[in-house]
């Protein structure tokens, strides 16, 4: 399975963006797609997840109100619209799909088994 992620990049405070994450290879249905970020300095942090089959997600306190997660299952792809976006959003994005069987929070990384290679995203103040 692999992750590619796109459509970061710089954008003013107050600004808006949409991340795309599409899967290939042996991609499976039924698993939850989720998004993290790492800030400059900081941990990996959860950022928001969409279970199968997108009728229930979940987010980060910080992101609650500005973010969106969405899925097309049909083209194996999640998005995260990223609106009003703050200099403390400045971080490397990445996509992440979870194991079929998930055993720890959903919003543990060790929730998910395979991972995207990061789009920058840089909010500007």
């Known amino acids: 399975v692999q992750l590619q992620a796109s459509g970061g990049g710089l954008v003013q405070a107050g600004g808006s963006l949409r991340l795309s994450c599409a899967a290939s290879?042996?991609?499976?249905?039924?698993?939850?797609m989720g998004w993290f970020r790492q800030p400059p300095g900081k941990e990996r942090e959860f950022v928001s997840v969409?279970?199968?089959?997108?009728?229930?997600?979940y987010y980060a306190d910080s992101v609650k109100g500005r973010f969106t997660i969405a899925r097309d299952n049909a083209k194996n792809t999640v998005y995260l619209q990223m609106n009003s976006l703050k200099p403390e959003d400045t971080a490397i994005y990445y996509c992440?799909?979870?194991?079929?069987?998930?055993?720890?929070?959903?919003?543990?990384?060790?929730?998910?088994?395979?991972w995207g290679q990061g789009t920058q995203v840089t909010v500007s103040s």
């Open positions: 290879g042996r991609t499976a249905s039924r698993v939850a």
């Open positions: 992440a799909r979870s194991h079929s069987i998930i055993s720890s929070s959903i919003a543990d990384a060790h929730a998910y088994a395979y």
């Open positions: 969409i279970r199968w089959p997108g009728t229930t997600t």
